[in-house]
């Protein structure tokens, strides 16, 4: 299966009528404006906050932590690369584990009193790294959350290679990747989670973090609880108590850090599980129909899969919650649509779709969750597939409104200071930009530390780099 390469594209016309002929409903703008007239360089203000621009860093973890889930050298410079982005959000900076059964790797960040003061450090190093960039005063406007999680079924916390899985409730489907069975989290243990959660997020307020991300995405603990339908007890069952842990740390924050703003990252549509067939194409492992595992379960309409979300987001609402992450999926059963990419991870399999129709999903779903809820601030995700035409999806769709922030991830792997481009009208480096390589995927998943290495000098030659090269290599 081939699918034209976005790069081929020569001019905005081009990719919009190959837009209209795959049958995308998103469009882009002909010409890039700059700031101050851009509708990306438009301020936002919410409760008191002033947000500078409208572009998001969304939360990239390297893999790349000390034993004890303090910061890295790596882990510095990627921080200190978000500052000189240009994004005036932040949002999360990277997975930080609340406690060590919750990591996902044994190099994932955890914020625990030991740690505190290095993962302060992190947030100061891009304050500072944003003022050297842009002036003395440029931090007044730019905000920052640090996203807290538990992986649950998808932790290892002690071997990059050992799944420790935790999960939320025994899955049909998804319990068969784990041949050595799964471990379900007690009622009990996630009474104990929800205070350490609020713990962490008073670690956070206090290492000068402005709101935390409770996250609720990709598979992890939070967002399994959501589809935690078959689950009996206090966390399972009706939406009430799927959304019970969600809430307790949301009211045990307020209770205990009230000043902390709180946001929440949020796989608002997912599918069934893909796993590859005999072509090493993705495919559904099953039908969706009767499937009852998923929170926003897409078949063919997106307006019926938001059902799920239009629920949370409602409560979000009456809880105070006022920001909000879109993403989809999860990089671990259906990455083609978590993160649209030409070329598979090692875990992944080849693209049964256009890459450009998973953007398409993303740009959906954020658009009528931003028209259902115009008081929440909604951040999209999904977009780094758009390569060259980024810049331009992303002005029309702020313009329009269909998204507040347009939040980007392996973009700013690869190139970093691209909204500051953007904003400030130079024209974009076309040899920086991330064509979707997935290699800053692949190298977790054979144990390296994550980064974008074919585009990235200092990644191409780490030591990592030649490692990757060889497993990549192998059967
Ligand atoms: C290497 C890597 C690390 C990631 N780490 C996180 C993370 O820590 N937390 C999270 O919510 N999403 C994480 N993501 C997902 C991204 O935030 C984002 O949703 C995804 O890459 C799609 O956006 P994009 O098209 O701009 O890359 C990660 C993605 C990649 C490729």
Redesign the pocket.
Known sequence: MTYPRVASFKTAEAFRRYLRDIGVGFDLDDALESAPASPLAQAIDVEGVRVGNRFCV????GWDGTRDGGPSDLTRRRWRHFGVSGAKLIW?G??VAVRHDGRANPNQLMLTPATQSGIACLRNDLVAAHRERFGANADGDLYIGL?LTHSGRYARPVEKMRSEPLAAYQHPFLDRRFPDGIRLISDEDLDRLVDQFVAAARLAWDAGFAFVDV?H??GYLGHELLSARDRSGRYGGCFENRTRFLRSVVDGIRANVPRLAVGV?LSAVDTVPFSKDANGVGVAETSPAGYRWAFGLLDDRMDAALTDARELLALLERLGVRWVCV?AGS?YYNPHV???ALFPPSDGYTPPEDPTLGVARHIDATAQLKAAFPSLVIVG?????LQDWLPHVAQQSVRRGLTDFV?????V?AYPDLPADVLEGRALQRKRICRTFSD??TA?RLGLV?GCYPLDPMYLHHPDAERLKALKKEP
């Open positions: 969304l939360p990239m973890e999360g990277e997975a996203q996250k995405c990709h990252r993403t990089p978590q993160r649209p995700s999904g977009y780094s597939y939040g980007l991830g392996r973009m792997l800053c995927t977790p994550s």
